[in-house]
């Protein structure tokens, strides 16, 4: 069974920290781009980061350059990949969801075929 299951989502003060992950399995991941994205109240869907199958080059938003990490270990029968996120802002309080993408990179949300059910991230200011 195909799933994407995101956890390590919460409530954290702004200027603090919390790690996303996200565990992938059901099909074989390991060569499939994967992202984080978020969805904040009354606001589009947006990119946050993407890794591909090799784990070089990853890509971020500018709003997150600097203050985020993404990775990914490729096992198995699943694929782990992590949010590191430091330094949070009141305007990052949204759902984050991991997704996974076949074939060529890409910052556009909707090219991303598989989803998981996301995870909320609240921060306080």
């Known amino acids: 069974q195909l799933q994407l299951v995101e956890s390590g989502g919460g409530v954290v003060q702004a200027g603090g920290s919390l790690r996303l992950s996200c565990a992938a399995s059901?099909?074989?991941?390991?060569?499939?781009?994967m992202g984080w994205f978020r969805q904040g109240p009354g606001h589009e869907r947006e990119t946050v980061a993407t890794?591909?199958?090799?784990?070089?080059?990853?890509?971020?938003a500018d709003s997150v350059k600097g203050r985020f990490a993404i990775s990914r270990v490729n096992a198995q029968n699943t694929v782990y990949v992590h949010l590191q996120m430091n330094s949070l802002k009141p305007e990052e309080t949204a759902v984050y969801y991991c997704?996974?993408?076949?074939?060529?990179?890409?910052?556009?949300?909707?090219?991303?075929?598989?989803w998981g059910q996301g995870t909320q991230v609240t921060v306080s200011s």
């Open positions: 059901g099909r074989n991941f390991s060569s499939h781009n």
């Open positions: 997704a996974a993408k076949e074939g060529s990179k890409s910052s556009a949300y909707y090219l991303w075929r598989y």
């Open positions: 890794i591909d199958w090799s784990g070089d080059s990853p890509y971020y």
